[in-house]
C-alpha cells in the first residue's frame, strides 16, 4: 500500500514546510463536502435513537486507501446518530490530518498508535504491548487536546509474506523460523524490501539484530512496495517480501506472512483520534464508533483495502457496505 512509505518516512521531514503551509493557509485542508447520504443506526450499533442528532461535524484522514475506508466508516457513522457531517478526508501526509484534529479544523480521524507514538511524539522506541502502546499514547496526546478512544485490532505493521508452497518447503511461519532457516541454509533466504525499510531501525537492521539472522547481502533486493509483492507472487527473485499486513494484496495474491513471535514491529493499531472539545460536547460519539472500531481488524482490513486497491471499487461505497452488512447502518436506496 505504501502508506509507511509516505507518513513514517516523510512526515517528519515534510512537517516544517506543512505546518507553515497551514499557518498561511488556515488548516491547509481542500474544501469538504457534506455526506449526502441517507443513513440511520443499524440493528446492531449499539445505542438508542439518534445521539448525535444536530451536531455538525467534520471527518478527516490520510490520503492512501486504508485511511481513506475509515475516514468514510467514520463519517457514515457519525450521520446514521444524526450528525450533520463534512468529508475532509484524503489529506496529503499526516501531519495535515493530525493537525486538522488538533486544531479542531476537523472533529475526528482515525490514527495508528505507533505513528502518533514515534512521528508525532518524537519516541525512537516503541512500547511492545499494544494497549500499554495505546495507553502512553492517550496519555502523551491529552495534553495536546485530542482523545483516543479505544483501538481496534486493526494493526498496520511490518510483516514478511511468501507463498504457501515456499511456507510449506521451508517449515516457516514465524520470524524465529526464518532465522533458523537463513542459519542452517542461507541461501534459501532471498529477501525483496523497499529502501526505507532496509535502512530503519524498526525496519531490516532492527529485525535481524532481534532475530540474531545473517542474511547474505547479496540476498537482499531493493524495490518498490508495489513490485515487492509481484515479485514475491511470481517467485524467483525473492521468496520472502516486505508488506504491510492489512494490504488488500496479501489476501487477494493468497500470500502468507510470518508472525512476528518476539514481537519486534512497532504496533499500529487503529483508533478513533477525537478533537477533545468535541468529545466533551457530544459524548455519545464513544458509544456510536465503540462497536465499529471493535469489529476492525486486519482481515476486514485486508478485504476492504483490497476491495479498492485491487477491484478499483470506490471507498465510500466500501465503507458504507461494510456498515450495512455488519448492521451497524442502515441505508436507503
Known amino acids: ?29 481542500v474544501s469538504g463536502s457534506p455526506m449526502t447520504d441517507e443513513v440511520r443506526p443499524g440493528e446492531d450499533a449499539g445505542y438508542q435513537g439518534q445521539p448525535l442528532k444536530g451536531a455538525e461535524l467534520t471527518v478527516t484522514s490520510k490520503e492512501f486507501t486504508e485511511q481513506i475506508v475509515l475516514g468514510q466508516i467514520m463519517g457514515l457513522a457519525l450521520k446514521a446518530a444524526g450528525a450533520t457531517v463534512v468529508d475532509k478526508t484524503n489529506i496529503q501526509g499526516s501531519i495535515g490530518a493530525r493537525e486538522a484534529v488538533t486544531s479542531g479544523t476537523a472533529d475526528g480521524s482515525y490514527e495508528y498508535t505507533g505513528t502518533s507514538w514515534i512521528t508525532y511524539l518524537g519516541h525512537t522506541e516503541p512500547i511492545p ?14 495534553k495536546k487536546d485530542l482523545v483516543w478512544l479505544p483501538y481496534s485490532e486493526l494493526n498496520n505493521t511490518y510483516a514478511l509474506a511468501l507463498l504457501p508452497s515456499d511456507q510449506k518447503k521451508y ?16 541461501d534459501a533466504v532471498t529477501l525483496c524490501v523497499e529502501n526505507e525499510f532496509a535502512t530503519r531501525n524498526d525496519g531490516l537492521p532492527g529485525m535481524v539484530k532481534k532475530y540474531g539472522m545473517k542474511i547474505p547481502p547479496g540476498n ?5 512496495a508495489g513490485v515487492i509483492y509481484t515479485q514475491v507472487k511470481k517467485g524467483g527473485t525473492c521468496t520472502f517480501g516486505e508488506v504491510y499486513t ?6 487477494a495474491m493468497g500470500l ?40 476492525l481488524n486486519n482481515k476486514v482490513a485486508q478485504r476492504l483495502n483490497g476491495k479498492v486497491d485491487v477491484d478499483g471499487e470506490d471507498p465510500h461505497q466500501v465503507a458504507k457496505d ?10 436507503a436506496g
Do not use: H
Request: with cysteine; hydrophobic share 40%; proline share 5%.
Open 1 to 29: 500500500m505504501g502508506n509507511r512509505r509516505t507518513y513514517r518516512g516523510t512526515a517528519l521531514a515534510a512537517a516544517g514546510t506543512l505546518l507553515a503551509a497551514l499557518a498561511l493557509g488556515g488548516c491547509g485542508l
Open 129 to 142: 504491548d499494544e494497549r500499554k502502546q495505546w495507553e502512553a499514547v492517550r496519555a502523551a496526546d491529552k
Open 171 to 186: 517449515g516457516v511461519s514465524t520470524l524465529s523460523d526464518l532465522a533458523r532457516l537463513v542459519k542452517e541454509d542461507p
Open 220 to 224: 537482499v533486493k531493493r524495490m518498490s
Open 246 to 251: 492489512t494490504d488488500g494484496r496479501i489476501q
Open 256 to 295: 502468507k506472512t510470518l508472525t512476528d513471535d518476539k514481537r519486534f514491529f512497532p504496533n499500529y493499531n487503529a483508533a478513533p483520534q477525537m478533537y477533545a472539545p468535541t468529545m466533551k460536547k457530544y459524548p455519545a460519539i464513544a458509544d456510536v464508533l465503540a462497536p465499529i472500531t471493535k469489529a
Open 322 to 331: 461494510w456498515l450495512v452488512s455488519e448492521g451497524f447502518i442502515t441505508a
